[in-house]
């Protein structure tokens, strides 16, 4: 998903995960919450148009701890 969205990955200057590069802004996040799709909660049209596969998406929710322009 990072290379589908245009994103690149960078080392963080304070914490261990990848901060994210997103046109000329570099973000350190933290994730807070996720949430994984369910067949149960999910329309049966959506599920067969788009996860035939089984292939549920995991939704990530984040706080942004550092925020910076690319040199």
Do not use: F, Q
């Not at 350190?28 to 149960?40: A, G, H, P, R």
């Amino acid at each position: 998903k990072v290379k589908d969205c245009e994103l690149e990955l960078l080392d963080s200057e304070n914490i261990e995960t990848p901060s994210v590069l997103c046109k000329g802004i570099i973000m350190e996040c933290k994730v807070v919450s996720s949430i994984t799709m369910s067949n149960d909660s999910t329309d049966k049209e959506i599920l067969e148009k788009w996860y035939k596969n089984g292939d549920l998406h995991t939704m990530y929710y984040a706080k942004i701890l550092n925020c910076r322009e690319l040199d």
